[in-house]
């Protein structure tokens, strides 16, 4: 695919910044507390979670599940979500200093386009219209209006066992040729970014969360963070040549041996 038809190469970036948007960008996950507030609970949640990361289930079925769970009529999921959902202190000023710098950010994310739209316009601002999403959407189940009660479905990006595989939206960025190709950072927090966990340059993941425990299982290099003040300091770092990205993540990795050593 040439650059020019790859949306997020349109002001031929030398970064781009893909990010996971639930427990990434916001603090709590929004399809999390819809399934523990208004579906199954999150005992049944949190076993789906375990089933996934020991492949005793795809992910797609234990998120189809969670989703089927919540009959709630999906404008007032929302107007939950909207009253609910609180954004990472620092992710605002993360994205303002990389529409500055010409460093596209692209969510990638296994919830649903209308919700996070809805949260990054409300917590971010308007200028997070300007925000590439690449996720799931919802539909009306049986001919129903997505706003009445079990009128929604979640409908999968596309027929991976994740729903939507994070990696294919990375991949044809990561073939251009080396003159064109971009410096890729990658943000996440769980199961849903295992997929594009070793598509990118440098990963953040998530402090205390489940892809740190894939990552160390898998061998995949990452460096821990604990909220996007970190992130915007590295980023800044590495676009400034004050450090690389290589450096960045065997300091990383290091890092995170040395934590786990002294328990």
């Not at 386009?113 to 189940?141: C, M, W, Y």
């Not at 065997?250 to 934590?259: C, I, Y």
Request: hydrophobic share 35%; aromatic share 10%; charged share 25%.
């Amino acid at each position: 695919m040439a650059p020019s038809t790859l949306p997020a190469m349109k002001t031929n970036p030398r970064f781009i910044f893909f990010t996971d948007f639930d427990g990434t960008i916001t603090q709590r996950d929004s399809n999390d507390f819809l399934t523990d507030n208004l579906g199954y609970g999150e005992k049944l949640r949190k076993q789906g979670n375990q089933d996934v990361l020991h492949d005793r289930m795809s992910f797609r079925d234990s998120f189809r599940g969670m989703m089927d769970s919540v009959k709630t009529p999906y404008d007032q999921c929302i107007k939950t979500l909207l009253e609910n959902i609180k954004l990472d202190p620092y992710f605002a000023e993360f994205y303002e200093w990389a529409r500055a710098n010409n460093v596209p950010v692209v969510v990638l994310s296994s919830g649903m386009e209308p919700i996070i739209r809805a949260l990054l316009i409300h917590l971010v601002g308007k200028t997070a219209e300007d925000i590439q999403i690449v996720s799931n959407e919802v539909e009306g189940r049986d001919g129903k209006d997505i706003n009445t009660e079990g009128g929604w479905q979640i409908v999968f990006h596309d027929e991976s066992h994740f729903g939507h595989d994070k990696s294919m939206e990375i991949r044809p960025y990561a073939a251009l040729p080396e003159s064109e190709r971009p410096t890729m950072f990658y943000a996440g927090d769980g199961v849903s970014d295992l997929s594009a966990a070793k598509e990118t340059d440098l990963l953040f993941a998530k402090k205390g969360h489940d892809l740190v425990s894939y990552c160390v299982k898998q061998n995949v290099p990452f460096t821990e963070f604990e909220d996007w003040s970190s992130i915007l300091a590295t980023v800044k770092d590495i676009v400034a040549g004050k450090t690389s990205v290589k450096k960045v993540s065997a300091e990383g990795v290091e890092a995170f041996k040395s934590g786990r050593n002294e328990k």
